[in-house]
T-cell receptor, first 114, second 113 residues
């Protein structure tokens, strides 16, 4: 059982370039989200999707997402900036009536913007 | 005041010690309290989950929630080198979008043989 799979694991890109971080889950979870993790800052929520076809953002500017199906939730950096250097974590959760908060995380994508 | 406060450590203890990890929070709407464990270069994984106040025990791990003090704790008994990891507290409210957890910064724990 693969769980949550993120690609690439590592990537370096230059300021102004764009790229997409891939996230896929095979658990039929309705909820998916993206966090970034920085030293001394903890995990910060960037975007989430409660179901296929819906998305909502926590952090404006610099990022875009799409949720065309249940399995995939790619995160796009539109025009990369050094401030976006971080570890990006994708997570999913089964859709339930109550907010239990149990998230299943991928192993992360380490992104460096020069 | 940040919603969730967690001492980042690092914390180093000898094998067999009892470890106490703590978080404080300011939002009285939080109802769901979790501890995640994150090994180096891996994603966090859920370790303990508690709803509202009280204690929960799972093997060597005990989670405590004191909502009156807005304080949560994780105790690890007979700590092992394999417990060396970063421990993140997380919490969520009773409403709002599912899974919008608020995380602490994490405490890095090292258990020395």
């Amino acid at each position: 059982n693969a769980g949550v799979t993120q690609t690439p694991k590592f990537h370096i890109l230059k300021t102004g370039q764009s790229m997409t971080l891939q996230c896929a889950q095979d658990m039929n979870h309705g909820y998916m989200s993206w966090y970034r993790q920085d030293p001394g800052m903890g995990l910060r929520l960037i975007y989430y999707s409660a179901a296929a076809g819906t998305t909502d953002k926590e952090v404006p500017n610099g990022y875009n997402v799409s949720r065309l199906n249940t399995e995939d939730f790619p995160l796009r950096l539109v025009s990369a900036a050094p401030s976006q250097t971080s570890v990006y974590l994708c997570a999913s959760s089964p859709t339930r009536q109550q907010n239990t908060g149990e998230l299943f995380f991928g192993e992360g994508s380490r992104l460096t913007v020069l | 005041q940040k919603e969730v406060e967690q001492d980042p450590g690092p914390l180093s203890v000898p094998e067999g010690a009892i470890v106490s990890l703590n978080c404080t929070y300011s939002n009285s709407a939080f109802q769901y309290f979790m501890w995640y464990r994150q090994y180096s270069r891996k994603g966090p994984e859920l370790l303990m989950y508690t709803y509202s106040s009280g204690n929960k025990e799972d093997g060597r791990f005990t989670a405590q929630v004191d909502k009156s003090s807005k304080y949560i704790s994780l105790f690890i008994r007979d700590s092992q080198p394999s417990d060396s990891a970063t421990y993140l507290c997380a919490m969520a409210g009773g409403g709002g979008s599912q899974g919008n957890l608020i995380f602490g910064k994490g405490t890095k724990l090292s258990v020395k043989p």
